[in-house]
């Protein structure tokens, strides 16, 4: 898991810009933006940047952006790029006409003028100028012997989608608020704007509530984990595990992530992948117990009973957490639930008796829904796996479509709003090439998600029709962490394959161009190099990549 080595990356860039013809003004193609904008100009000549130049900000609400920028791009610099509402070279405006998160971008020879639909996009804006600057802009340091210039263009650019996610499970493997802030940071950078914040889990639970102390001080930490897959005989390695955010911390990533125009969507697990819940309160249990935070993965017979207990355990959780996150949605899984406990539980029984459900399935449906009149009626929306389908779709909630697009594709035919997000290409705990030189991954579906995998994603099936497609809203990556433990292996798995989903949820489909995406990456992956980040080296971008011997097949 070692990085790519800058000098080699850019050396790469420089053959493969020759090879493509570029030459002192570069193919417009050649740009390292990603992901592509909708239209770029090219045009001869370059703006060069000085210890003069600065921000000039013509309405206040793009303030703090311009602060945002005005304090990265110093430290490589050296220079203060001062914000002003007077002057400046790097001019940010708002025009709403170009309609939200979209921006125009202009170089010529007196500077950088961006505008944006919103605030969004004007920072959106700012992203393509950082990847338009030697990546260099990027480093921790000064960066001594740099010509900060930027070729004159013209860029007009908007979102393909309005949700464009990310994914993190903290649930199994706990990561630090400074992870996490650097998780939204470089996602932001890539133009993503929804960060699914997996908070509870079997194996731990990852969220302050103050009604429930003990979700914290016993469902946060588990006394070991099983040993890779050593589950026959069980082998834990004997190392206890946890840890939490407390709601001073949420509120500060939350804030973190709003400067950057991501939203947060927490996820809180129901009725299965309880375990953590279960073990600090039992009595939310069909059964007597005693249960304990799981140190195995896999699903879980555990789950919620559907007792009047568990109900208003739920829903005091849920209204702390809708206290705490802005956003319009919550997140309540409703994924793997094993209906065994259900079948010998009698409150579950009575439960369907009273309401007339048919079987279990319809028990979970009532389940999701109750759950989803009470976040309506804190103003808040239900996001779901596909599973919440079963039994009877909630009226207005929104469907992650995770085992295929099938359930994406049900959901839209019904009304409801769709996120897909199939295993086979966006779940980014899956291995990314031969597991015989990989690290430990995810390998139950038997398939290997490469780079070029992800990037020939359509989130859109064809068989709906043109109204059935608008409820198709976006797509999402997800990562979860059984075997990923380091924030080096979560960047690992990450970067760049979300590079090509950034690509597959902003650009238009009639841009996507395998060949030329690689052509940007590899101008473009040197800003990661600068930042730290532990990415995967890709295999086209690799000189001492075997061919022949990859593990692409599927």
């Not at 740009?31 to 013509?58: C, H, M, N």
């Not at 003028?113 to 921790?140: E, K, N, V, W």
């Not at 161009?513 to 080296?537: A, K, Q, S, T, V």
Request: charged letters at 20%; glycine letters at 8%; a negative charge.
């Amino acid at each position: 898991m070692t990085r790519f080595p800058s000098l080699l990356l850019v050396l790469i860039a420089v053959s493969i810009s020759v090879s493509s013809g570029c030459t002192s003004v570069p193919d417009p193609d050649y740009l390292p933006i990603v992901p592509r904008p909708v239209t770029v100009e090219l045009k001869a000549g370059a703006y060069q940047f000085s210890g003069d130049s600065g921000f000039w900000v013509q309405d206040a609400e793009l303030l703090s952006t311009a602060e945002l920028f005005s304090g990265e791009f110093s430290t490589p610099t050296g220079w203060a790029f001062d914000v002003s509402d007077e002057k400046g070279d790097i001019e940010l405006a708002l025009n709403s006409e170009l309609g939200p998160e979209a921006y125009t971008l202009d170089v010529d020879a007196n500077g950088v003028r961006i505008m944006g639909g919103d605030a969004a996009g004007a920072f959106y804006g700012l992203q393509s100028l950082r990847q338009m600057l030697p990546p260099h802009i990027d480093a921790p340091v000064l960066a001594e012997g740099v010509e900060w210039s930027v070729p004159f263009s013209h860029i007009n650019d908007a979102p393909r989608f309005s949700y464009r996610g990310l994914h993190l499970d903290v649930g199994r493997n706990f990561f630090d608020v400074d992870f996490v802030k650097s998780y939204i940071d470089t996602m932001a950078r890539y133009k993503f704007n929804r960060f699914h914040w997996h908070l509870t889990e079997d194996q731990g639970w990852r969220i302050e509530i103050d009604s429930y102390p003990l979700l914290t001080e016993v469902g946060a930490w588990r006394k070991e984990t099983v040993v890779e897959k050593n589950l026959d005989p069980y082998i834990g390695d004997g190392i206890p595990h946890g840890g939490f955010y407390t709601k001073d911390q949420v509120r500060d990533v939350i804030a973190y992530a709003a400067q950057r125009h991501v939203m947060i969507i927490p996820e809180i697990e129901m009725p299965g992948h309880a375990g953590a819940a279960l073990a600090a309160y039992p009595e939310l249990g069909c059964l007597p117990g005693p249960y304990e935070v799981k140190t195995t993965w896999g699903i879980q017979s555990d789950i919620f009973c559907p007792s009047e207990t568990t109900f208003s355990f739920l829903t005091t959780v849920l209204d702390e957490v809708a206290e705490l996150f802005p956003g319009p949605y919550i997140h309540i899984g409703g994924d793997e639930v094993p209906k065994e406990q259900w079948e010998q539980s009698p409150v579950a029984q009575e439960v369907i008796r009273r309401e007339g459900l048919a079987d279990e399935h319809e028990l979970q449906s009532w389940f999701i829904r109750r759950i989803e009149k009470h976040l309506n009626s804190r103003n808040k929306n239900l996001i779901g796996w596909d599973e919440i389908l079963e039994g009877g779709l909630a009226p207005n909630a929104t469907v992650m479509s995770w085992r295929g697009t099938e359930g994406g594709i049900a959901a839209a035919r019904e009304g409801n709003n769709v996120i897909m997000t199939p295993t086979n290409y966006s779940y980014f705990d899956f291995y990314q090439g031969d597991p015989e030189t990989e690290p430990l991954a995810m390998n139950w579906a038997k398939r290997i998600i490469t780079l070029d995998t992800v990037y020939t994603f359509e989130p859109i099936p064809d068989v709906l029709t043109a109204d059935e497609q608008k409820y198709i809203i976006g797509a999402q990556a997800n990562l979860w962490t059984e075997y990923i433990s380091t924030p080096e292996y979560v960047e690992y798995m990450v970067w760049p394959r979300a590079t090509a989903l950034s690509e597959v949820v902003w650009s238009p489909k009639s841009h996507r161009d395998i060949d030329d995406f690689y052509l940007r990456l590899g101008g473009n992956l040197p800003h990661l190099e600068h930042l730290g980040i532990n990415y995967r080296i890709p295999e086209r971008l690799d000189p001492l990549y075997d061919q022949s011997a990859s593990g692409e097949t599927m």
